[in-house]
């Protein structure tokens, strides 16, 4: 339930029904497919029917659900061909990314920029908590600061359009995946958790391995997918 003992603003309130029904699909309390209308979400949280539906649009316009006029909202059903594109359109981006690094077009990512350093150890710390969390096979933790940490490292670049389109990929990622893992007895050692070697790689310059180090969780997500696919 949304707290009630803070004033907000509409659009601050539209953000955080948003935000809590993502979570929920996450978390796996709403299925693929599951379908709801906007009345059962504004009864859910005790809010008015606008921000519920101006929320449920944005999400649809995100990609995690599908709109229908006639009865509602349902949860989108994701495939793996779905996700082979996700990772497809990510590496794309990422690659540029470090080719910008390469030639050196971002001078201000240099790791001996104070300012850089300062802000790769914060990425690092959230990297920490997501490596712990996947060696522990704990995917609500995982997710959370997996998201973060992505979301972090990303601003680091300095395109806040390519950081946002790449959060929203992640997002879509997780979702695509969240509820086949969630029914696997044990995650410990099946989660990838080299955010630390990828921070430390970017810390010390060396844009090969950092590189190698993405290609590498690619491979890793699209390999888990398979088997997950395969039963």
């Not at 601050?12 to 029904?17: D, P």
Request: proline fraction near 3%.
């Amino acid at each position: 339930m949304l707290s009630g003992h803070v004033a907000v603003t509409r659009s601050t309130l539209r953000q955080q029904i948003a935000d809590a029904l993502r979570d929920e699909v996450l978390a796996g309390r709403l299925q693929p497919g599951q379908e709801f209308t906007v009345k059962e979400i504004a009864d859910q949280y005790g809010v008015s029917a606008t921000p519920v539906r101006e929320a449920l649009v944005d999400l649809s316009a995100q990609g995690l659900l599908d709109a229908d006029h006639h009865r509602g909202f349902r949860v989108h059903e994701y495939s793996a061909a779905d996700f082979r594109g996700m990772i497809e359109a990510r590496s794309l981006v990422t690659d540029g990314m470090f080719a910008a690094l390469e030639e050196g077009r971002l001078t201000h990512l240099a790791p001996e920029e104070p300012r850089t350093a300062a802000a790769l150890a914060g990425v690092r710390r959230r990297g920490e908590e997501a490596q712990r969390a996947a060696l522990a096979g704990d995917l609500t933790v995982l997710i959370g600061y997996d998201l973060r940490f992505w979301r972090e490292l990303g601003s680091l670049f300095g395109n806040p359009y390519l950081s946002d389109f790449l959060h929203r990929l992640r997002v879509q990622t997780w979702v695509c995946v969240v509820q086949q893992l969630r029914r696997m007895p044990d995650l410990r050692g099946r989660l990838w958790s080299d955010h630390t070697a990828l921070v430390d790689a970017l810390s010390r310059g060396d844009i090969k391995a950092a590189r190698a180090i993405v290609e590498s969780y690619n491979a890793h997500g699209l390999a888990l997918v398979d088997r997950l696919r395969d039963g």
